[in-house]
């Protein structure tokens, strides 16, 4: 009897297995054939489900994207104050870079290498970014508007001031090593104390 293969979840395995392989050895350093051998298949397996490396790359950062999506929106539906949803996502997108501190630094290496090359990732990286700010915009938003935070509030302001935190995150987790989740935190607790009405 013919065994059956449950395709969708041998790919997700398959980009799984690719995120740890990146972080370990950096995308440059990873192989077609590193990349089969990590899941337990042939190449020409490994063919049927990706064109190529770079397929597998961006379906990796999908993959991690698409989890914090999830999670985003499982915070959006819930029947909370914006204030708690707000902080809810910040501690999600948080804890999402801090666990993903070493597959962070390929991404971030990959669009350097991309830029040197003179290939534009501009839009591609507002694609993964302005989701993200525009959730952040709309609890701002919802919080002014129901009164949990102060009238004179610009969510446009503290839409950026909130993103810049996660930047700032991202500098320091792939570029200094020095961030600490707690400091992170901490920051954008202060920031969020003083969306508050006195």
């Not at 990732?121 to 102060?150: D, S």
């Not at 446009?156 to 987790?173: C, G, I, K, P, W």
């Amino acid at each position: 009897m013919k065994a059956i293969v449950d395709h969708r979840a041998r790919k997700q395995v398959i980009i799984a297995n690719a995120i740890q392989l990146f972080a370990r050895q950096g995308y440059n350093d990873v192989t077609f054939q590193d990349l089969a051998d990590s899941s337990g298949i042939a190449r020409t397996i490994l063919y049927r489900y990706f064109k190529n490396k770079r397929q597998i790359f961006d379906a990796a950062i999908f993959l991690a994207l698409d989890r914090v999506v999830q999670k985003h929106a499982e915070i959006m539906r819930a029947k909370l104050p914006a204030s708690v949803r707000l902080r809810q996502i910040c501690t999600a997108v948080t804890a999402t870079l801090f666990d993903n501190r070493e597959f962070l630094s390929v991404i971030i290496d990959f669009v350097m290498a991309m830029k040197r090359g003179k290939h534009d990732m501009t839009r591609r990286i507002m694609t993964f970014t302005i989701g993200l700010k525009r959730i952040l915009h709309t609890l701002l938003v919802g919080g002014i508007h129901y009164g949990e935070f102060r009238a004179d509030v610009n969510p446009d302001v503290y839409t950026d001031l909130l993103y810049a935190q996660f930047e700032s995150a991202v500098l320091r987790l792939t570029v200094s090593g020095d961030a600490a989740l707690t400091d992170v935190m901490n920051r954008i607790d202060e920031l969020l104390k003083g969306l508050a009405r006195k």
